[in-house]
T-cell receptor, first 114, second 114 residues
């Protein structure tokens, strides 16, 4: 069964460093998302991406964040200058048809900022 | 309270019993979805119910939706130890430019004892 994959599974970085989290969505899906979950808190929406551009973003997704689909398979989330409060589990998700349809989540990348 | 609030926060039952989790939300929705998350893992989509549906079944899962009360319930019948996980409801707003952004609740931690 097709699945969303994410790398790395765990990333440790120092405050102020740049990190890139990688995702490979399901191949025939057209809508891509990033969510994050701070330990013990809700899963929070960060950004949605469709047709090679951001379709929606949350207040969390400020200028420090960017997303890219550099080729036909990868979908990346970059955090330019990490802060301690960026420590969280980051989930990538994809959907075939977007609104009104289920999203398939990857296993997540645990980001620890020290 | 915020969009997508579940109760109870934690539920502990014996194998074979039924588990009922509730979710309330505030805004008009296109659909409501339930997801499961095993400890430290990604989210797995369980079931999606649209705003014009009242009840939906999938195997041992039964979901109801009451849009007048802005609430939903998830019933797991004949629970198994393998059902032990966190369960989240997530809503997709009606209208606007949403590309399927999910707003998650805090979740219910279900423990099924063998």
């Amino acid at each position: 069964e097709p699945e969303v994959t994410q790398t790395p599974s765990h990333q440790v970085t120092q405050m102020g460093q740049e990190v890139i989290l990688r995702c490979v969505p399901i191949s025939n899906h057209l809508y891509f998302y990033w969510y994050r979950q701070i330990l013990g808190q809700k899963v929070e929406f960060l950004v949605s991406f469709y047709n090679n551009e951001i379709s929606e973003k949350s207040e969390i997704f400020d200028d420090q964040f960017s997303v890219e689909r550099p080729d036909g398979s990868n979908f990346t989330l970059k955090i330019r200058s990490t802060k301690l409060e960026d420590s969280a589990m980051y989930f990538c998700a994809s959907s075939e048809l977007g609104q009104g349809h289920e999203q398939y989540f990857g296993p997540g990348t645990r980001l620890t900022v020290t | 309270s915020q969009q997508g609030e579940e109760d109870p926060q934690a539920l502990s039952i014996q194998e074979g019993e039924n588990a009922t989790m509730n979710c309330s939300y505030k805004t008009s929705i296109n659909n409501l979805q339930w997801y499961r998350q095993n400890s430290g893992r990604g989210l797995v989509h369980l079931i999606l119910i649209r705003s014009n549906e009242r009840e939906k079944h999938s195997g041992r899962l039964r979901v109801t939706l009451d849009t007048s009360k802005k609430s939903s319930s998830l019933l797991i019948t004949a629970s198994r130890a393998a059902d032990t996980a966190s369960y989240f409801c997530a809503t997709v707003p009606r209208g606007g430019t949403s590309y399927g952004k999910l707003t998650f609740g805090q979740g219910t931690i279900l423990t099924v004892h063998p």
